[in-house]
């Protein structure tokens, strides 16, 4: 083996010792596992030195910056020696996208984008491509229009690398945090996190590996929460945990969903806690008026059926051509702003929690106000908390993706109550 052949072999059993760790070493090994690949990674720069006088110039600079580009942390001198490989090859795909990765961990985001542009004219590659993506929904942008327009492009340029190697699970991985992102930065609905699901699943299927990255569990977790899964998201955040026990972004999502579960548990059992002679006073304020645009006089076209049915009349999933009317009894904007959820009652006194996704802050519904819900998208939650108690979850849900569609107090929500979802990924990709 020549003194380059070694050099690389060397770093490529470095990475393959942190990506393949879990795997030889056992999930119960996971909160060593940073401080066993930073001493494994002091072992191979020892044996890297001697080897610098056999090598050329600019592989050596390439392969000890790729062995210091291992530790997720900025390192200058790793910017140093990869900075030295492309200058004196320019050429240097790989070095021009292991510089893109270390400008990103700086956070000079518009340095990396450079890079990876870089490689990208001399060669289209999945590696630039995936990060590109990345660094498209890093950007900050002066305007909402151009944000949007960054993720639904950063989605596309994520394919191409599925494209190039469709056996590659970190990016397909790539591909379900852009589809996240563009849940997160636009007004689409369960489509969108049914894509990123898919792609996840797909990391998985095609790399064993993906199955220990605690950023996929996590991400993947979001998305199940925002799908409304919610064993499924108590399961990845735990599973994010385990693969990574000093990150406490999981342990937070987690405490998050069980408070407003139970709350929103708590609260429709108890019809919003609303004394029984102000509820029937809200009961019997139901009437046809509550319905809008929705009543058979008032619909244009005359050939559309839309018939009024009770909460206990739903099928779980949609319901197209039915129409449910209830009155708010209580929100809970207090434990969750997306979605915005409440509970209400319908005529016979049913109680379900409603989620509203896409609704401006502050323009929710409040107690006391009748809403009427077209075609709704029913859910019965059934699930064992994971809690000190293991408390029994059991309600039911409808889902709402669009605010617009829903009429309250006889009348169509205003168009500026809508507005694109606002909660966050939190990790990194």
């Given at each position: 083996?020549?003194?380059?052949?070694?050099?690389?072999?060397?770093?490529?059993?470095?990475?393959?010792?942190?990506?393949?760790?879990?795997?030889?070493?056992?999930?119960?090994?996971?909160?060593?596992?940073?401080?066993?690949?930073?001493?494994?990674?002091?072992?191979?720069?020892?044996?890297?030195?001697?080897?610098?006088?056999?090598?050329?110039?600019?592989?050596?600079?390439?392969?000890?910056?790729?062995?210091?580009?291992?530790?997720?942390?900025?390192?200058?001198?790793?910017?140093?020696?990869?900075?030295?490989?492309?200058?004196?090859?320019?050429?240097?795909?790989?070095?021009?996208?292991?510089l893109g990765e270390t400008f990103w961990k700086k956070?000079?985001?518009?340095?990396?984008?450079?890079?990876?542009?870089?490689?990208?004219?001399?060669?289209?590659?999945?590696?630039?491509?995936?990060?590109?993506?990345?660094?498209?929904?890093?950007?900050?942008?002066?305007?909402?229009?151009?944000?949007?327009?960054?993720?639904?492009?950063?989605?596309?340029?994520?394919?191409?690398?599925?494209?190039?190697?469709?056996?590659?699970?970190?990016?397909?991985?790539?591909?379900?945090?852009?589809?996240?992102?563009?849940?997160?930065?636009?007004?689409?609905?369960?489509?969108?996190?049914?894509?990123?699901?898919?792609?996840?699943?797909?990391?998985?299927?095609?790399?064993?590996?993906?199955?220990?990255?605690?950023?996929?569990n996590f991400n993947r977790a979001q998305a199940c929460?925002?799908?409304?899964?919610?064993?499924?998201?108590?399961?990845?955040?735990?599973?994010?945990?385990?693969?990574?026990?000093?990150?406490?972004?999981?342990?937070?999502?987690?405490?998050?969903?069980?408070?407003?579960?139970?709350?929103?548990?708590?609260?429709?059992?108890?019809?919003?806690?609303?004394?029984?002679?102000?509820?029937?006073?809200?009961?019997?304020?139901?009437?046809?008026?509550?319905?809008?645009?929705?009543?058979?006089?008032?619909?244009?076209?005359?050939?559309?059926?839309?018939?009024?049915?009770?909460?206990s009349e739903l099928a779980e999933g949609a319901n197209?051509?039915?129409?449910?009317?209830?009155?708010?009894?209580?929100?809970?904007?207090?434990?969750?702003?997306?979605?915005?959820?409440?509970?209400?009652?319908?005529?016979?006194?049913?109680?379900?929690?409603?989620?509203?996704?896409?609704?401006?802050?502050?323009?929710?519904?409040?107690?006391?106000?009748?809403?009427?819900?077209?075609?709704?998208?029913?859910?019965?939650?059934?699930?064992?908390?994971?809690?000190?108690?293991?408390?029994?979850?059991?309600?039911?849900?409808?889902?709402?993706?669009?605010?617009?569609?829903?009429?309250?107090?006889?009348?169509?929500?205003?168009?500026?109550?809508?507005?694109?979802?606002?909660?966050?990924?939190?990790?990194?990709?």
């Amino acid at each position: 083996m020549s003194a380059e052949e070694q050099l690389v072999d060397t770093v490529d059993k470095l990475y393959d010792f942190r990506d393949n760790f879990i795997c030889q070493n056992g999930i119960e090994k996971a909160a060593e596992k940073d401080k066993l690949v930073n001493l494994k990674l002091k072992e191979v720069l020892s044996s890297l030195m001697p080897l610098e006088s056999k090598c050329p110039k600019t592989i050596y600079f390439l392969h000890y910056g790729r062995a210091l580009n291992i530790i997720p942390e900025y390192s200058k001198e790793c910017e140093d020696f990869l900075s030295k490989a492309v200058k004196r090859d320019p050429s240097l795909i790989e070095g021009w996208n292991l510089l893109g990765e270390t400008f990103w961990k700086k956070g000079d985001i518009q340095a990396a984008k450079d890079c990876f542009e870089g490689s990208m004219k001399r060669e289209r590659n999945k590696v630039a491509l995936r990060s590109m993506s990345m660094v498209l929904r890093q950007i900050k942008c002066s305007t909402a229009k151009d944000n949007i327009n960054n993720v639904i492009k950063s989605v596309e340029i994520a394919k191409g690398a599925v494209e190039l190697d469709a056996v590659d699970g970190l990016s397909w991985y790539i591909l379900g945090n852009a589809y996240l992102s563009l849940f997160f930065a636009t007004d689409h609905g369960s489509k969108t996190l049914s894509l990123a699901l898919g792609a996840y699943e797909q990391a998985e299927k095609v790399d064993d590996r993906s199955k220990y990255n605690p950023d996929l569990n996590f991400n993947r977790a979001q998305a199940c929460r925002y799908s409304e899964s919610y064993e499924k998201a108590f399961a990845g955040w735990q599973r994010a945990s385990d693969l990574d026990p000093k990150w406490q972004d999981p342990h937070c999502r987690k405490e998050e969903l069980l408070k407003y579960l139970l709350k929103v548990n708590l609260l429709v059992k108890q019809k919003g806690k609303v004394k029984a002679k102000r509820l029937h006073g809200m009961i019997a304020s139901l009437n046809k008026k509550a319905v809008g645009l929705l009543s058979p006089e008032n619909l244009v076209d005359k050939n559309v059926k839309i018939n009024q049915v009770s909460i206990s009349e739903l099928a779980e999933g949609a319901n197209p051509e039915k129409v449910v009317i209830g009155c708010v009894v209580c929100n809970f904007a207090d434990v969750a702003k997306v979605p915005f959820t409440f509970a209400m009652v319908d005529k016979k006194g049913t109680c379900c929690a409603v989620t509203v996704y896409n609704l401006a802050e502050g323009k929710g519904m409040i107690i006391g106000d009748s809403v009427a819900i077209p075609e709704p998208y029913f859910n019965s939650v059934d699930i064992t908390l994971p809690d000190a108690n293991q408390t029994k979850c059991a309600f039911s849900s409808i889902r709402v993706s669009n605010p617009a569609m829903l009429i309250v107090n006889g009348k169509k929500v205003p168009e500026d109550h809508r507005a694109f979802v606002t909660a966050s990924m939190d990790a990194q990709n």
